[in-house]
């Protein structure tokens, strides 16, 4: 597992850049730090209980290489200049080659299953703050994140299941890391009945309920892994979702989309809170907007802008993974004996 997590790490972060595919992009762009505002002009056709129709398959696989965070010397620019984009054009299509090279010789590539993305002059995913940098942790957030344990850590030791995080255990990636691309599984589906909107996420194949009938929030003691969800329509093409009750644990970014923090220690706390918005841009395009709020966390909120695609012939697949698997105890058993040995060569002892 861990030979795996390191190949997809090292794929993220060499791909620097990916897809976002809108037609407010495709032409050049004379002021490169000025993002496009969300077209607001396309009515949806309507569900037959009258509700903006958002139904459908749309796979974020074609953003997966977009970084997260843009790097310091592009500043404000939300594009990529000529120059850039054709590095990352080159940057994309070496990768791709090396893929298909491994696949074409029988080696134990990734080429047949890593979604390469599309390269496009988007510099990130978040576009605030305006620098499209994540903002600084506050000192309890900076403690918390310290305190944070997952196989993503680097020299760490392994004693219990609570070394690891809730995507090692398969529970959860999270929000709103679970809404961002990764290197496969990145099929989202949207299922709508009246009063209720599901997003069903290939990742884990967790299902998102969210609720859009006016019905209150639970109780505040109650707290879950992604959240406790409400939503409402806003205008003719626009589902507005307000999300908190969450139970901290899980990282709010997550390492294997590109560009985020490498050890999936970025903190949540029972104060965060995600608002995301849905837009419907034309028959098969949506802008996807989320804006996420920790104050215990971080000194400044954060969000992104993604433009997703419909797919409906995107199949998804299993994601093989659970919560009993072996890796944990491989994971606790080579930390030992790992651990036993340099103490035994030292003339230490060590507790088992």
Known sequence: MRANRIVLAGVALALGGGALHAPALRAQQEDLTRLPPVPKDYTPGRTAWGEPDLRGTWPIDHLNGLPLQRTEDQGNRVFLNEEELAERQARIDKLAGRYAAEDSEDKIGQGHWVEMGVPNRRTSLLVE????????????????????????????????????????????????????????????????????????????????????????????QIHNWIGESRGHWEGPNTLVVETDHFRPGPSATNIVTSGSPPENDSPISEQARLTERFTMTGPDSIVYESHWEDPAIFTAPWGTRLDWQRDDDYQFFEYACHEGNVQPRNYISASRAERAQAAASSGEGVSQ
Not at 130 to 154: D, F, Q, V, Y
Not at 196 to 214: C, F, K, N, S, Y
């Open 129 to 220: 703050p305006a620098n499209g940098r994540l903002p600084e942790m506050t000192a309890e957030g900076k403690r918390l994140s310290a305190e944070m344990r997952s196989s993503w850590r680097r020299d760490q030791t392994f004693d219990w299941l609570t070394d690891f995080d809730s995507w090692d255990r398969c529970i959860t990636r999270g929000l709103p890391a679970s809404m961002m691309p990764m290197m496969y599984n990145n099929g989202l589906r949207i299922f709508q009945s009246p009063g209720l909107v599901a997003i069903q996420m290939e990742m884990i194949h967790e299902v998102r309920i969210i609720p859009t009938d006016g019905r209150p929030s639970i109780p505040a």
